[in-house]
């Protein structure tokens, strides 16, 4: 099934990091990649303007090669053009994929993404997550193919959480799991970025809640 719209399942033997919890939603970071770490659905961050239209990103190449190269034809061919906010969803997938789905999720060209816009990315692809029914998600930014100019900063980590929680606020319910997936060889200092960032929001209760007036304490929990 291809829609275009604008269980949780462990991943044995991967090395995984707490990173802290939104309500029901754990976040944390597992070494690996889309095609190799067990979720109901991938989110592959794609976007619009490579220099090399072939290159996906690291974590979402190896999807695309169990898929044979679909990921890659759908923006070559222009069905999933990239652009900000553009969803594609592909379900389900084929064996050898250990995801149920994948989202396709468009961060528009190069160059021009703030910890805003990829706050607001997040948290559609949160809320498309949710409608899909999945109770895991796996999300495997492309951060180089984004130029930002800090791609591993606090600032981006917390960005990508905020947005998550945005979306679990927006459904309502669904999501359980939400991971962040990186080579081992990147696992330790991401996961440092991670921590730190959720550390503020906990500290600070920062956006916590989307909706005015209500209380924000106890939402966020870090690990232990």
């Known amino acids: 099934m291809i829609d275009k719209a604008g269980s949780e399942r462990g991943a044995p033997g991967a090395q995984t990091i707490a990173i802290g919890r939104c309500r ?89 993404n703030t910890t805003g816009k990829i706050r607001r990315a997040l948290r559609i692809a949160a809320s498309q997550a949710a409608r899909m029914g999945a109770s895991h998600a796996t999300f495997a930014p492309p951060l180089p193919d984004m130029r930002l100019p800090r791609p591993t900063d606090v600032a981006t980590a917390r960005a990508m959480l905020l947005g998550v929680a945005d979306g679990l606020e927006r459904i309502g319910c669904g999501l359980k799991r939400w991971s962040f997936v990186a080579p081992a060889s990147q696992m330790d200092a991401l996961a440092r970025q991670f921590a730190m960032a959720m550390r503020r929001i906990v500290e600070h209760e920062d956006g916590a809640t989307i909706k005015a007036g209500t209380t924000r304490k106890g939402i966020w929990q870090t690990p232990g």
């Not at 090399?52 to 034809?73: K, M, N, S, Y």
């Not at 906010?85 to 592909?90: A, D, F, Q, V």
């Open 24 to 112: 029901d939603c754990l976040f944390d970071m597992v070494a690996g990649d889309l095609a190799t770490v067990r979720a109901d659905v991938a989110v592959a961050a794609l976007c619009a303007q490579r220099a090399d239209p072939a290159f996906l990103g690291t974590g979402i190449e190896a999807l695309d090669g169990v898929l044979q190269g679909a990921l890659a034809r759908l923006r070559a061919d222009g069905i999933f053009s990239g652009a900000w906010g553009e969803t594609l969803c592909l379900s389900p997938l084929p064996a050898p994929a250990k995801v149920g789905g994948v989202i396709m999720l468009g961060m528009g060209p190069t160059g021009r």
